[in-house]
T-cell receptor
Framework: EAQVTQNPRYLITVTGKKLTVTCSQNMNHEYMSWYRQDPGLGLRQIYYSMNVEVTDKGDVPEGYKVSRKEKRNFPLILESPSPNQTSLYFC?????????????FGPGTRLTVT | GDSVTQMEGPVTLSEEAFLTINCTYTATGYPSLFWYVQYPGEGLQLLLKATKADDKGSNKGFEATYRKETTSFHLEKGSVQVSDSAVYFCALIPTGGGNKLTFGTGTQLKVEL
């Protein structure tokens, strides 16, 4: 089954404690992206990656890092989380060339930083 | 830059009522347009799409027509069900693909018996 998986689904942590949210896709997609969803703001892109070792900032990259060492994985790293990073996070992937530009989303990770 | 504007929710309807969720966009050229749906506790799923002017996307009884002249992509369904209760997002990707989807803020739909 084609899917994007994220772990963990729920996470409560404290300010300053480094954390990583994993994302993996099994569709051999070149493009992967992270979004955060906040009430009244819709989804905003944090970082994206066009292929292995190619990453770039989205609209709200401050406080986040990513890496793309393998095509299937695109972890999101919060080196020193702060309460304003409390949000619902989604990973997504799609084909880079041609196709319908349809993005496939993971189930989401709800992060609370106290 | 590109932007998408959706009507604010929540929208509350009775079962079998007609649904319209308005969506307008600002973008150069001919972006591809999408409606995504988010059911409670789940990620986003593509509901329908249209890639050129006057295209009509349809799925599960939902329809939306790409109107270049009014820069709109309104979502409609003739008879909603309780199971349609969800948050609906309008989104676009720029002409030629670009590197991200630009989303509207989402419209929550509640359908009651």
């Amino acid at each position: 089954e084609a899917q994007v998986t994220q772990n963990p689904r729920y996470l409560i942590t404290v300010t300053g404690k480094k954390l990583t949210v994993t994302c993996s896709q099994n569709m051999n997609h070149e493009y992967m992206s992270w979004y955060r969803q906040d009430p009244g703001l819709g989804l905003r892109q944090i970082y994206y990656s066009m292929n292995v070792e190619v990453t770039d900032k989205g609209d709200v990259p401050e406080g986040y890092k990513v890496s793309r060492k393998e095509k299937r994985n695109f972890p999101l790293i919060l080196e020193s989380p702060s309460p304003n990073q409390t949000s619902l996070y989604f990973c997504a992937s799609r084909e880079l060339q041609g196709g319908s530009y349809e993005q496939y989303f993971g189930p989401g990770t709800r992060l609370t930083v106290t | 830059g590109d932007s998408v504007t959706q009507m604010e929710g929540p929208v509350t309807l009775s079962e079998e009522a007609f649904l319209t969720i308005n969506c307008t966009y600002t973008a150069t050229g001919y972006p591809s347009l999408f409606w995504y749906v988010q059911y409670p506790g789940e990620g986003l799923q593509l509901l329908l799409k249209a890639t050129k002017a006057d295209d009509k996307g349809s799925n599960k009884g939902f329809e939306a027509t790409y109107r270049k002249e009014t820069t709109s992509f309104h979502l409609e369904k003739g008879s909603v069900q309780v199971s349609d209760s969800a948050v609906y997002f309008c989104a676009l990707i720029p002409t030629g693909g670009g590197n991200k989807l630009t989303f509207g803020t989402g419209t929550q739909l509640k359908v009651e018996l």
